[in-house]
């Protein structure tokens, strides 16, 4: 008898309409566009603009744009998860508002909550319902309106993010397609160097922290580039170990978007070349939970049932890790 395995069955994506453009921001803060795009890789980014607008209206866009383009009835899904680091509100899930307005009223739902691999950790979350054959039909959803805690007034945050999202439904698989392994870490020292810091619990908004901008998200960018790197390589090298594949084995890489230096950086460790390399960092910028469905969504047309798909991603807390995961269906083979 084959294992179980959970693959991903659709994708669906959902960016807002306003762009934000690097010469725009050259009228915000001290930058160029020609910084931005050789230091980055990023020329422009969207930006939910709308009052009263949160994370849930993007995931329930990119949920229902998954739904409509592969006629999928809500109702027989299972589980909704919203991986965001930017959910609505501090209590009452994202995802309990998002399921409901996207019509899945016979799912549970939860939040994911690790920064820019929080739809990487939501992968390993939604394959293994899948895998207990608890459940059979798994929507995760990777939303954040970054533009709600990017300080537009701190150039090392502001030109990086952007807002959106994207979602993938997992199901069983028979044929041994879909995850196969993980590498997933967190480095709790890791904390200092990257976060949105006041409004949580141990860190109270106060007038004062207001008028220091401390309710933005903060980062020291070298450090996080240099630990982004280090841990990202180390990730997919184990996982290319342990499972015997040489760089003439993998597809693709899907990579989180924060910066092209990084991801160029990563895929010459793995030795991959640069058409192996998803790549959208340049329209989106980093849209933190987003950029991997986005990834997925943007390449779907490209991707042919049994790739092999590597994942890798690495955000604040510090968090990080690889997937390996063998791509399930072709799009026009798709019935
Ligand atoms: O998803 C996880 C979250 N974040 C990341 O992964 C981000 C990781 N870090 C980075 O992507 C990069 O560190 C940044 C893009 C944030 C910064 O790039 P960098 O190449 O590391 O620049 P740097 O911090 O070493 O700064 C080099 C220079 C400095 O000027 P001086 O001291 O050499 O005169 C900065 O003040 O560039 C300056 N600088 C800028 N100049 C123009 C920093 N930001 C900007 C800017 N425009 N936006």
Known sequence: M??????????????????????????????????????????????????????SFLAINAAK?????????????????VATATPDMKAASTASFTATQIGAINAFSFDM??????FLFGMSTAASYIESGKYSKVLLIGADKMSSIVNYKDRETCIIFGDGAGAALFERNDEGLGLIDEYLKTDGNGREFLQATYGGSSYKITPEVLLK??????????????????NMANATSKIMERNNL?????????????????????????????????MN????????????????SDYESRLKKGDTVIFTAFGGGFSWGSIY??????QNQKN
């Not at 960092?281 to 997925?296: D, F, H, Q, R, W």
């Not at 995961?325 to 072709?330: G, H, Q, R």
């Open 213 to 230: 901008g401390g309710q933005f998200a903060f980062q020291e960018g070298k450090t996080v580039f240099k630990n982004a790197v280090f």
């Open 246 to 278: 040489r760089k003439d084995d993998i597809q693709w890489l899907a990579p989180h978007q924060a910066n092209k230096r990084i991801i160029n950086a990563i895929a010459e460790r793995m030795g991959l070349k640069a058409e192996k390399v998803m």
């Open 65 to 81: 744009n998954l739904i409509t383009k592969n006629s999928i009835d809500p109702r027989t899904i299972d589980l909704v998860i």
């Open 281 to 296: 960092i340049k329209k989106y910028g980093n849209t933190t939970s987003a950029t991997l469905p986005l990834l997925l």
């Open 113 to 118: 909550d690790s920064a820019c691999s929080g």
């Open 2 to 55: 084959s294992r179980i395995s959970a693959a991903i069955t659709a994708t669906g994506a959902y960016v807002p309409e306003f762009v934000l453009t690097n010469s725009m921001l050259e009228k915000m803060v001290d930058t160029s566009d020609e910084w931005i795009l050789t230091r980055t890789g990023i020329k422009e980014r969207r930006i939910l603009k709308d009052e009263g607008k949160g994370s």
């Open 325 to 330: 995961l063998k791509w399930a269906y072709t």
